[in-house]
């Protein structure tokens, strides 16, 4: 049996970091990585056969746990009609109905296989219907991996951003005007300067790439009056909070929060693949008539809308609905959060967390963080020894200060125990 350690020796041989996405190399904690064997409800087995438990979920699409019976089920059976036509198949239809009657103000999807691909057709949809090619995004917010949305600027000012990454051209990124997070006087004077010139504002309406920071109300009762005064789109990248915070996702909450509220553009991923490679992005039946082939828009993809990860997602969309899943799901995660504060609290050690449904985050300071640069001041030598320190006790926490965690439907009151038991050993730790 391989250990952890050979395994990432062997991986770096063949591929850049021995991962295939970057932050699974533990490159922010320091460390091993863990190379997962199987995983089963809440928890998961690396190669050398230690348990956790799992609070990243796969970042995200494991709202049921692992291998959830029905999910099991509905992909196997799919499995054995074939992996992929390249052909329209029902299944398509009933995924793209069942995204549809969760979201009102949703009229359409297209089916794509990543989120990366669907911010990038959700932006270029944009660009596309309003004939206009500037467009705002937010400091922390993670939109995939195309070019113009790899930018993440670095002060508090508005400035159109410089490239994240090499090999970015500056030309492709001179369209992309950074913010921060929350900050209403930069997106008033952003307007003002450039309102007439975007065609969209795409933002993380609970954002997860910066752990875990809600966008305050006032900042979005604003944002959507200036996108509607300005003529431009306001995106809602829901690929991480989109039937996660909630059945209907970010949207439905703010639809709550603030009377008459609608975004314009979504864009899905992560728990409507339920694991499997799926994502999607859709807008009203007026602006998705823009794409190919109706319109001028191209967009295209051979895997898309593929038979086994719609049957995944189905079987995934139809558990989540059943009545008091999100009820549960959001007490288990709150328990979780408020009992990381009250441990602290205990301990001597400031810590303060945030829950929305199945997702959360939490902060080694008094008060949460409201953007990228707060987040990122907070203590990131302390969050280290406590992921390691909660890894050893057998509990798998997201390796990096700036992700939100997940817990699933399958995670127990004993499993939050025995994580704040790991909690109070890893602070006490901590402590000496
Ligand atoms: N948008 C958001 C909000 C995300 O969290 C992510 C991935 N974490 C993406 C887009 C990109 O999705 P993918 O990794 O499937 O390309």
């Known amino acids: 049996m391989a250990t952890n350690e050979e395994l990432f020796a062997r991986a770096q041989r063949v591929i850049p970091g021995g991962v295939n996405s970057p932050v699974r190399a533990f490159r922010a904690v320091g460390g091993t990585p863990r190379f997962i064997q199987r995983g089963q409800g809440a928890y998961i087995w690396d190669a050398e056969g230690q348990k956790y438990v799992d609070y990243i979920g796969s970042w995200g699409p494991m709202i049921l746990g692992h291998g959830h019976p029905a999910v099991v089920d509905a992909v196997q059976k799919a499995l054995l009609d074939g992996f992929s036509f390249g052909a329209p198949t029902e299944r398509e ?4 109905e069942a995204i549809l009657a969760l979201v009102p103000g949703c009229e359409m999807v297209r089916l794509v296989s990543s989120g990366t691909e669907a911010g990038m057709s959700a932006l270029r949809l944009a660009r596309g219907a309003t004939g206009r090619a500037k467009f705002i995004k937010f400091e922390g917010c993670y939109h995939g991996h195309a070019d113009p949305l790899l930018v993440k600027a670095g002060s508090g000012l508005a400035t159109f951003g410089f490239p994240t990454s090499a090999g970015v051209p500056e030309d492709v990124v001179k369209h992309t005007l950074v913010l921060p997070y929350n900050d209403i006087p930069a997106l008033e004077a ?33 944002l959507r009056e200036l996108c509607t005064q300005h003529g431009a789109m ?25 009377p008459g509220f609608k975004a314009d553009v979504f864009v899905f991923g992560k ?25 001028p828009v191209y967009q295209a993809g051979t895997l898309s809308g593929n038979p086994v ?42 810590l303060v967390g945030d829950s929305l449904g199945g ?8 008060e949460l963080p409201q953007n990228y640069a707060t987040v990122m001041a907070t203590d990131k030598e302390r969050f280290n020894r406590f992921f390691h320190g909660m890894l050893q006790r057998g509990v798998y ?30 602070l006490l730790a901590l402590k000496n």
């Open 309 to 350: 990860a719609t049957a995944c997602g189905l079987a995934t969309l139809k558990e989540i609905a059943k009545p008091g899943f999100y009820e549960a799901l959001g007490a288990r995660t709150t328990a979780l959060v408020r009992g990381l504060e009250a441990v602290a609290k205990d301990v001597g050690v400031p």
């Open 359 to 366: 997702m959360f985050g939490f902060f080694f300071e008094q």
């Open 93 to 96: 239809i009933e995924l793209a």
């Open 190 to 222: 952003a307007f003002a300067e450039h309102g007439r010139e975007l065609a969209c504002v795409m933002i993380e309406p609970i954002a997860g790439n910066m752990n875990f920071v809600r966008a305050s109300l006032p900042f979005m009762t604003l």
């Open 234 to 258: 306001l995106v809602f990248d829901e690929v991480m909070s989109g039937f996660r915070v909630a059945l209907g996702g970010a949207h439905s909450l703010f639809q709550q929060w603030i």
């Open 397 to 426: 926490l997201a390796p990096a200060l700036y992700e939100a965690g997940f817990v699933s439907a399958a995670h127990t009151q004993a499993d939050i125990d025995h994580t704040l038991e790991a909690a109070r050993e890893s």
């Open 271 to 295: 728990v409507i693949g339920g694991g499997m490679p799926l994502a999607a992005f859709g807008a009203s039946k007026e602006v998705m008539s823009q794409l190919a082939p109706l319109g």
